[in-house]
DNA sequence: ATGGCGTTATTTTAACGA
């Protein structure tokens, strides 16, 4: 099985490189973070000719996550339990914004439960988006916890954005990080704390480079960028991962994306 | 020193992104 993660940045601008890549690279199941649409407004048409069954989540026209499978897709889920409120401001009604979704896919007996998640960006150190979003990746571990209680044996994929670059080499220059978000030591500690439950991050074994490139300053020409998209595994979905890549190429171009998909091959 | 790009929406500027 061949599943990937991507943020794709707008799924009405992205459609038809994302239908290309799923049939270059030979996709089974993508998970796709910030859709910035609703259900209704997702261009389900050219994924399903193309053979993919889709879950989406989308309240407006911000965030937003979806899986594609060809490989079967069941047991939706739309938010994590747990999962942290975000208010727009002091006095707005705090919601449960469209971060997370989870699914199973794969043939019957090697079913894997994927999650495609947006992990809050955080914006500043000393701003409230960033509480929110040590607290989001904190609730996103204690639910981790649960599920693998209830089963420690499961095949669970936790694929996204999680806008954290865990090691210095996972941004080009970490002097021009000095004080900002994705490189600070709780959030760091926040991704490491799945390895305790005994995740591991797949695709740094068998991939190098960056996954995200800004689209200033010319950025990607330059190779200046960060590694922050991850897929973290169960042991016994870690078990079944045979390589993994960064598809690079997928960034070139007029129309890309800013961050590159990430794929892995299981067994 | 600043902003530089790209996307979205009850668009003609603002919010967000990392």
């Not at 599943?3 to 009405?12: E, G, M, P, Q, Y």
């Not at 994590?80 to 043939?107: C, I, M, N, Y």
């Not at 204690?142 to 806008?163: E, V």
């Not at 959030?187 to 995740?199: N, P, V």
Request: hydrophobic share 40%; net charge negative.
């Amino acid at each position: 099985m061949r599943l990937a993660t991507w943020n794709v940045n707008s799924i009405r601008t992205r459609i038809d490189r994302v239908v290309a890549f799923l049939e270059r690279e030979d996709i089974d199941v993508l998970a796709m973070q910030e859709i910035k649409c609703k259900p209704e407004q997702f261009p389900r048409d050219a994924l399903e000719a193309a053979g993919y069954e889709l879950a989406v989540h989308g309240l407006d026209q911000w965030n937003g996550v979806a899986i594609a499978s060809r490989v079967g897709l069941s047991h939706v889920t739309t938010s994590f339990p747990g999962q942290p409120t975000w208010a727009k401001s002091p006095d707005a009604t705090p919601v449960v914004e469209a971060r997370a979704l989870g699914a199973s896919v794969g043939a019957p007996g090697q079913q894997v439960l994927l999650w495609s998640l947006y992990v809050p960006n955080g914006r500043e150190l000393d701003h409230p988006h960033y509480r929110y979003k040590l607290s989001w990746l904190q609730a996103l571990h204690h639910a981790t916890q649960q599920w693998l209680s209830q089963d420690p044996s499961q095949a669970l994929a936790l694929a996204g954005d999680w806008n954290v670059a865990p090691l210095d080499e996972d941004v080009w220059d970490m002097e021009a990080f000095d004080g900002a978000t994705h490189v600070s030591a709780p959030e760091r500690e926040a991704f490491t704390a799945f390895a305790r439950l005994g995740l591991s991050e797949v695709t740094r074994p068998h991939a190098s480079g960056y996954t995200f490139w800004d689209y200033q300053k010319l950025r990607f020409p330059r190779d200046e960028g960060m590694r922050i998209d991850f897929v973290q595994a169960s042991p016994a979905l870690a078990a079944r991962v045979t390589g993994a890549s960064i598809d690079r190429f997928e960034r070139k171009g007029k129309g890309a994306s800013d961050h590159a998909p990430v794929i892995v091959t299981l067994e």
